[in-house]
């Protein structure tokens, strides 16, 4: 065997040898207990065969290799010895610190095995019980509080005088420090020589000079003594080696367990610590060995001690040595399930059962603050076991530091909390454990101390909150009533119990009993199944925090980074190093100058400040004031905290944003930036993500200063709230002050009150974040945040554009005095131009036709404004249309045209389609206008002029869709109406004014009749166009009488006269609408008497233009009078001629009865306009029967 002795300290993991089946059920003395094991971790090398040592082989002697360090053995043989025979006081912390995983939720209990065996003895043994108990989510944490070795050092230091005080004064009055027996020590080392020899390949003994041996020996008391005092860590030098490095395994804090296993009896799940030495192979695939004197019989205590180390380490036999003064008898193998039926040594299984679960409930009952040391005692030969809460009665007498479990449990708290986080977005539900183990962490810790952890829980806690989440997952994720297991009381009273879970103090009791927690009246409580029942709820108070708005769950995360930056810069302060400074004292501003004298010149330069500020990061320059040094746990995380405050700023300008709240938003967008600014002074290189946030930061202060522009008419009440400052805004923009002067972003986030300063500063922040995009080749990588910011320049250059549009003609409506355009006019054009250029090459870069257009149709405006500019009459010449008014509607034209291509179809896009069109048609149709009513015959020959008036009207009409349904509908049936009747119009008076070309004539005649027809019929369509139908009839009528003019044969003449009385006729439905309309009219003024006199002669509540109706009502009378009156005559003289006709005698009575009651109805002043109509309507009806019957007869 002596080849295993120098095996290395293989660590089997779950799978090899020791490990066993997970899950099984071991059948004990006749009572089945559920019992499983599985080796979490393990140091201890391959199992090895035990040496059967020879009869006789005298255990007194030393073997050679005595207390040698052996891989088999591990620390068991020296631990059996003495040198370290207490657990260590953090043990469990140790084990905690390594299986982070399993505290706070999957595991009831984490604790050294031998304090486990303490618990479930506790009815068999007089001993006294001493223990620590530490409640971390529902995992209680037991650890050995040795109170003799407490006040040893107590007396040496001063420290836990409280404790000492309180613990004479009720417990023990007579307090003293017992020391171990002889027979005590003899046992020990009996014991250790046994386990040496054991793994000793030959099994002989062979001892070692007496003077080895009294220098192995001699000092073994005074070792245990040493050793324990040295396992407690001053209160003092804890924390301060831990606050350098939260996740140091610091000496007391170590595991050093050769076994750490998860076991799990019957319903309790334990991490329990073992050093028990297990041997193996051959036969016997783990056994464990021990030593017992033949003359003593085997006790209870000894054999439910042998059972539960078996157990605990899953181990099916026990090998006995028995001896007689140290000389070897015998071996002997019991299994595992036999031990509970030994003689002398009876128990029962479910008995120790019910006991594990009554102690498990009687503390998670009791034990329900976290971060709280309680103290479970029983004093040696009692029945009584107290429960004590150490922490109220620390902070009662001294500061909370003189507990050294203080440290390692916050230190604890904070480990499981980070490893949630680590698992946070698994599962939400955890949120509120989370806060609780952070919060109740920072209770125990103070910021002198352990800023560093202090900051990092602060920026745990703000991590928590979702700043990007809707908000409807504040109650839904997050429910009041926290429903996990985790949930637990953070602060509330516990309530007595009734006696059926326990008994409690009551007045028969000591008085020492009102200090104690909870008390077991008598240890045989414990053997009752089910005395204690655990009736620790889950409490609201640990549910996560339901907000009720962005701006809450905001102020929430700001409250915990304030927190964390104060522990940063309160342990990098250096009061000789740095000036004091106050955060009511203003600090003074870098561009401060600059920024008052305003203007696109200082703009630019601050923009160029900032664009260098930008590009130094490539270079990775950084410059902080306060002295940090880069890499160190400050600097790393005073970056994330300032990071995070930026991001809750920019989500509260958002949200102010959404409520319209511009000064707010542009307040919260200002802090936003300044902490960015910060950051970028303390950052070396900046990482992708957060150069993507300085680019939505800067498009969202581009958004809030376009809005604060076109709302200038609430500017005092956005002033009171940009001015406006929480306490807490102002102590984190004094953390920001301590590294950097805030004021890089300072051009983007002033209130201006001037109007084109606010378009500019917007344009200027799209800018930057394009920039941003640009040099940092982020824009391929963030598609989509490129598409937004041009998207958002294009739309900043077409605001600005119109802005300059409509100074220029507001400007061009104050010059109408003036002849000649002036200088600030073609400024403003060529700002205004060249905003729309830039504008529309961002549309078109991200391929946004539809903007793009718009954008175009706006030039086009721009484009009418100017040649409108260009048409005010020279001198006392007669108003000609000018070359340069012809050159800027030709460029619209040009303009407009592009926007449709840019479109390609009306599916596109109709609206803007239409809108295209309409103006396409009105640039057409305002320029042949001017060209038609200012002539430039000056320049163009009349025939040149015509040809040009009727292309760009007919351009107009192609370009006026009177077909489509819509609002704009009857718009372009007026303008088309109105083009046909100019063009008719046109037409008329050429052929008026021409002679000569017969053909051409001919032609005019044509096409007047034509436009004229098309006219009328679309002036029909519309019912609100009286007037514009009268005057083309009547025009038609003066076309008729002008071609009746040429005509020389009298039926010629009489089928025109004839034709024009029907086109007369044919304005009675013009007529009826004129004269409803004066209805309508009278009777509403004869509803409202009361206000007549307010009423001018014009108003109509319909819009009639009765000074119109007059005109055309006057010349429709005397052209009506003229038509009659050639109709009589001719008639009368082709009646002389022929001979007497039927039906031209109707016609010549009916035209005489009608020209006579007109004569008299036009003679008669008095009549009113509407019975004038009334008149009109009456002799139309008169000609109308006339013709009808005429026709009757003709047929």
Not at 85 to 111: C, E, H, L, T, W
Not at 169 to 180: A, P, S, V, Y
Not at 299 to 311: H, P, Q, R
Not at 879 to 891: D, M, T, V
Request: hydrophobic residues 35%; neutral net charge; proline residues 4%.
């Amino acid at each position: 065997m002596d080849e295993l002795c120098g095996a290395g300290a293989a660590a089997p993991m779950r799978g090899d040898a020791e490990e066993p089946k997970q899950g099984s059920v071991l059948f004990l003395g006749g009572n089945e207990v559920k019992s499983s094991a599985v080796v979490k971790y393990s140091s201890a090398p391959p199992q090895a065969a035990f040496a059967r040592l020879q009869e006789k082989t005298d255990l007194k002697l030393p073997p050679a290799n005595w207390l040698r360090e052996s891989a088999k053995l591990g620390p068991a043989g020296t631990t059996i010895l003495g040198n370290n025979k207490k657990s260590k006081p953090f043990s469990s912390f140790g084990m905690a610190y390594d299986f982070i995983d399993s505290v706070g939720n999957d595991v009831d209990v984490v604790s050294d095995s031998e304090n486990i065996k303490k618990l479930l003895k506790i009815p068999y043994s007089k001993s006294h019980v001493s223990m620590a108990v530490h409640r971390i989510g529902r995992t209680l944490l037991l650890d050995e509080l040795d109170i003799q070795e407490l006040f040893m050092r107590s007396s040496q230091t001063g420290d836990w005088t409280w404790l000492k005080e309180f613990y004479q004064r009720l417990i023990d009055q007579k307090w003293q420090r017992k020391k171990k027996s002889k027979e005590h020590w003899y046992q020990k080392a009996i014991l250790s020589k046994f386990l040496y020899y054991s793994i000793n390949g030959d099994g002989a003994a062979q001892p070692v000079p007496s003077t080895s041996k009294q220098h192995q020996e001699g000092p073994v008391s005074g070792e245990s003594d040493e050793a324990g005092r040295a396992s407690w860590p001053a209160p003092f030098e804890m924390p301060s080696s831990l606050s350098e490095d939260p996740g140091a395994s610091n000496q007391g804090l170590k595991n050093d367990f050769v076994r750490n296993i998860l076991w799990t009896f019957e319903d309790i799940h334990m991490l329990v610590g073992s050093n028990m030495p297990i041997f193996g192979g051959g036969r016997y695939p783990a056994v464990s060995l021990r030593l017992r004197d033949n003359n003593k019989p085997i006790n209870v205590l000894t054999g439910i001690d042998y059972w539960l180390d078996n157990l605990i380490c899953n181990v099916p036999e026990l090998v006995m040595c028995f001896h007689v003064n140290g000389i070897v008898q015998k071996y002997e193998m019991i299994k595992t399930e036999d031990i509970p039926n030994l003689e002398n040594s009876n128990f029962s299984t479910k008995v120790i059962k019910d006991i594990a679960q009554n102690i498990l409930s009687f503390l998670k009952s009791n034990c329900t603050k976290e971060g709280h040391t309680y103290w479970l005692f029983k004093a040696s030969g009692s029945d009584i076991v107290k429960l004590y809460d150490l922490t109220t009665l620390c902070e009662e007498t001294e500061d909370k530091y003189q507990n050294p479990f203080t440290m390692p449990v916050a230190i604890l708290l904070y480990k499981v909390a980070c490893n949630m986080m680590l698992k946070k977005n698994q599962n939400k539900k955890h949120y509120g454990t989370i806060r609780t183990l952070l919060l109740n962490c920072l209770k125990l810790l103070d910021n002198g101390r352990h800023p560093q952890i202090i900051a990092s829980a602060n920026y745990m806690l703000s991590e928590l909150f979702q700043l990007d989440e809707p908000k409807k997952e504040d109650s839904t994720d997050f429910p009041i009533n926290g429903n996990s297991d985790e949930s637990y009381s953070e602060e509330e009273e516990e309530m007595p119990d009734s006696d059926e879970n326990g008994s409690y103090s009551n007045s028969s009791d000591p008085p020492d009993d009102n200090k104690a927690v909870a008390i077991i009246k008598s240890v045989g409580e414990l053997s009752v199944p089910e005395k204690y029942k655990s009736v620790h709820r889950i409490r609201p108070s640990c549910a996560f925090p339901v907000c009720h708005g962005t701006e809450e769950r905001c102020r929430l995360v700001l409250n915990y980074v304030l927190e964390g930056l104060k522990s940063v810069d309160s342990s990098v302060k250096k009061e000789g190093d740095l000036p004091a400074a106050d955060p009511s004292t203003p600090i003074p501003l870098k561009y401060e100058d600059e920024s008052t004298s305003g203007g696109p010149e200082c703009l630019e330069k601050q923009m160029a400040l900032f664009l260098d500020k930008m590009g130094s990061f490539q270079k990775g320059k950084h410059s902080s004031q306060s002295g940090m040094i880069p890499g160190s746990w400050q600097y790393k995380m005073k970056l994330q905290l300032i990071l995070k405050s930026s991001k809750a700023y920019y989500v509260l300008s958002d949200a102010a944003m959404i409520l319209q709240k511009y000064g707010r938003a542009l307040r919260y967008i200002k802090l936003a930036l300044q902490c960015h600014d910060t950051y970028c002074c303390l950052c070396t290189s900046m990482l992708p993500e957060v150069l993507v946030f300085l680019c939505q930061c800067l498009t969202l202060c581009g958004d809030i200063q376009l809005m604060l522009a076109q709302n200038a008419n609430n500017r005092a009440a956005y002033l009171e709230e940009y001015n406006y400052q929480t306490k807490e805004d102002q102590e984190i923009l004094h953390s920001l002050h301590r590294e950097s002067r805030c004021q890089v972003f300072a051009w983007a986030t002033d209130l201006s009150t001037d109007l084109e300063c606010q378009l500019s500063v917007s344009c200027k922040c799209y800018e930057a974040a394009y920039e941003i995009l640009l040099f940092s080749n982020l824009k391929n990588q963030n598609p989509e945040q490129r598409i937004q910011v041009l998207k958002r320049m294009g739309n900043i250059r077409n605001e600005i554009g119109v802005f300059y549009m409509n100074q220029a003609a507001a400007v061009q409506t104050e010059r109408m005095v003036s002849k000649t355009v002036s200088t600030t006019e073609q400024q403003l054009w060529k700002k205004s131009f060249s905003c729309f250029e830039e504008g529309i090459q961002n549309f078109e870069s991200i391929d946004d036709a539809t903007n793009a257009a718009l954008l175009l149709c706006n030039t086009g405006r721009l484009m009418r404004i100017c040649a409108q500019a260009h048409c005010v009459t020279e001198g006392d010449f007669k108003r000609e249309f000018s070359p340069e008014e012809a050159l800027y509607y030709n460029k619209a034209i040009d303009y407009y045209l592009k926007a449709l291509r840019s479109l390609g179809q009306r599916d596109v896009h109709p609206a803007v389609w239409d809108s295209v069109n309409w103006e396409l048609s009105t640039t057409y149709f305002t320029m042949a206008t001017l060209q038609q009513d200012y002539a430039p015959l000056s320049r163009k020959a009349q025939e040149q002029i015509e040809k040009e008036v009727s292309e760009a009207m007919m351009k107009s009409l192609k370009y006026c869709d009177v077909d489509t349904v819509s609002a704009r509908q009857p718009l372009c049936q007026y303008r088309a109406a109105t083009i046909h009747h100019r063009l008719a119009s046109m037409y008329h008076s050429c052929l008026r004014n021409q002679v000569g070309d017969e053909h051409l004539r001919k032609q005019h005649r044509v096409l007047a009749d034509l436009h004229y027809s098309k006219a009328v019929r679309l002036f029909q369509l519309l019912k609100d166009a009286p007037c514009e139908f009268l005057r083309v009839q009547l025009e038609r009528v003066a076309f008729a009488e002008f071609q009746m003019t040429s005509q020389n044969s009298s039926a010629g003449k009489l089928k025109t006269l004839f034709g024009a009385l029907d086109i007369m006729v044919k304005t009675t439905g013009a007529f009826q609408l004129v004269r409803k309309e004066l209805v309508a009219e009278s009777e509403q003024i004869s509803k409202d008497k009361g206000n007549a006199e307010n009423m001018s002669p014009n108003d109509s509540s319909t819009g009639l233009n009765k000074e119109e109706v007059l005109k055309l009502l006057g010349i429709f009378e005397s052209r009506m009078s003229f038509l009659l009156l050639q109709s009589i005559k001719l008639l009368t003289s082709t009646k002389k001629k022929i001979g007497g006709i039927n039906e031209e005698d109707a016609v010549l009575k009916t035209n005489k009865q009608v020209y006579s009651l007109l004569l008299r109805a036009t003679a008669n002043k008095s009549l009113t306009l509407l019975q004038r109509i009334e008149v009109i309507l009456n002799l139309l009806e008169q000609l109308t029967r006339n013709n009808e019957g005429n026709n009757g007869g003709t047929q």
